[in-house]
């Protein structure tokens, strides 16, 4: 079935420098979303791919969509201590039968 | 306005009884999804309505797991016979239209199995 792997799993970075988590699928996805759990709280939504190639940016953060749609990658550009969370990506396959799944998430823990 | 809101905040019950976990989506939203989140993982997929019937619950692990949405809006999702694997957080999530579509999380239930 559908699966889709997260690396690191934690990631451990001094404030200021970059940090990236990858998520990959054993399918093509038909799109892609990515959420930011803080501690003890809830999954937000950040933002959707759809497209092959496609990249978005958010302030500090740049999302990418692989060109085969099976792969995307979140990164942060200078780390702040608001970042701290879990960052999870969400995919959806294209068969009519298929589920949201959820990569297992990176755990990003930043020292001031 | 209000966001998805879910009662109760934690539920602890023995083995052997039966929960139930409410979840009450943004108003309007006619998509709702359950997940089970166990710690350090993602949240697993248990079952997504639209409207009123269950589109897909192919994430539900077992027949101990029901939930419904009579009128389309307020879910419950109902668990028989708890076993202690079953604790976890459990997450509901609503869109307004479907997958895909941006989900709004609610803050959980969690739910110990002593």
């Known amino acids: 079935g559908q699966q889709v792997m997260q690396i690191p799993q934690y990631q451990h970075v001094q404030e200021g420098e970059d940090f990236t988590t990858y998520c990959n699928s054993s399918?093509?996805?038909?799109?892609i979303q990515w959420y930011k759990q803080r501690p003890g709280g809830h999954p937000v939504f950040l933002i959707q791919?759809?497209?092959?190639?496609e990249v978005k940016k958010q302030k500090r953060l740049t999302f990418q969509f692989g060109e085969a749609k099976k792969n995307s990658s979140l990164h942060i550009t200078a780390t702040q201590t608001t970042d701290v969370g879990t960052y999870f990506c969400?995919?959806?396959?294209?068969?009519?039968?298929?589920?949201?799944?959820f990569g297992s998430g990176t755990r990003l823990s930043i020292r001031p | 306005g209000a966001g998805v809101s879910q009662t109760p905040s934690n539920k602890v019950t023995e083995k052997g009884k039966y929960v139930e976990l409410r979840c009450d989506p943004i108003?309007?939203?006619?998509?709702l999804y359950w997940y089970r989140q166990s710690l350090g993982q993602g949240p697993e997929f248990l079952i997504y309505?639209?409207?009123?019937?269950?589109?897909?619950d192919s994430g539900l692990p077992n027949d101990r797991f029901f939930a419904v949405r009579p009128e389309g809006s307020v879910s419950t999702l109902k668990i028989q016979r708890t076993e202690r694997g079953d604790s976890a957080v459990y997450l509901c999530?609503?869109?307004?239209?479907?997958?895909?579509?941006?989900?709004?999380f609610g803050p959980g239930t969690r739910l110990t199995v002593l």
């Open positions: 999530a609503s869109s307004s239209s479907g997958h895909p579509d941006t989900q709004y």
């Open positions: 399918t093509t996805l038909s799109n």
């Open positions: 791919l759809v497209k092959s190639g």
């Open positions: 969400a995919a959806w396959g294209y068969s009519s039968a298929s589920k949201i799944i």
């Open positions: 108003s309007g939203h006619t998509a």
């Open positions: 309505f639209q409207g009123t019937g269950a589109a897909d």
